[in-house]
């Protein structure tokens, strides 16, 4: 069944059989998209429930003309994305997700791997430049040399308050840069390694 224009129409003045007719067809799709990413059947379900809950919350702002499906991921993208802050700290699914990218890099051809860690260093390395210079020296004092905040405060003669605000500033703009033009893994890699 093909979700056609009408049907999105429908939907956004609030048709509850367009909604069900959009919720059968594409339900699926978005419950994979989230497990893909959390390994989780119950926290997937639990994502996939939310996007389609927002979904109809925001129907009025929806374009008909536009694919539904590209509204579709980028709320389950946000609401992934809220869902995984909450699961910063625990270490037992942090190491779950770490070893099912490496699980899925060791089982990707050694070309393709290879590509992709030297796409994925681009991309931060563009993100890094782009940058203002001070966050720049920041960021690699204290994420790519390993430095404390102490010891990058005392090089570059600013308070370890002020290395602390460059950095979290920092992260920032590289995760923005990642979503951007990255992927959705390597965003989420940044995120739990720093």
């Not at 339900?27 to 390994?39: C, D, G, P, R, T």
């Not at 204290?142 to 405060?153: I, N, P, V």
């Not at 308070?159 to 920092?170: D, I």
Request: net charge positive; glycine share 2%; with cysteine.
């Amino acid at each position: 069944m093909k979700i056609n224009e009408q049907v999105v129409s429908d939907f956004c003045h609030g048709s509850e059989q367009a909604f069900f007719q959009i919720y059968t067809q594409y339900h699926s799709s978005i419950y994979h998209f989230a497990f893909k990413y959390l390994k989780s059947e119950e926290i997937a379900e639990d994502i996939t429930h939310d996007t389609f809950l927002r979904l109809w919350q925001y129907r009025a702002n929806i374009h008909p003309e536009k694919p539904l499906i590209n509204y579709l991921y980028r709320i389950a993208r946000n609401v992934l994305f809220k869902e995984l802050k909450k699961y910063k700290g625990n270490l037992l699914l942090k190491e779950r997700l770490i070893a099912e990218y490496q699980n899925q890099q060791l089982l990707a051809p050694c070309v393709h791997s290879a590509y992709e860690f030297r796409e994925y260093n681009r991309i931060l390395e563009q993100a890094i430049s782009d940058l203002p210079p001070q966050r720049q020296r920041v960021f690699k004092l204290c994420k790519q040399e390993g430095k404390s905040y102490k010891e990058t405060a005392i090089q570059l003669g600013i308070s370890a308050y002020t290395v602390k605000e460059h950095l979290t500033l920092a992260m920032k703009s590289i995760k923005e840069y990642f979503i951007a033009n990255g992927d959705l893994v390597c965003c989420f890699l940044l995120y739990l390694y720093w």
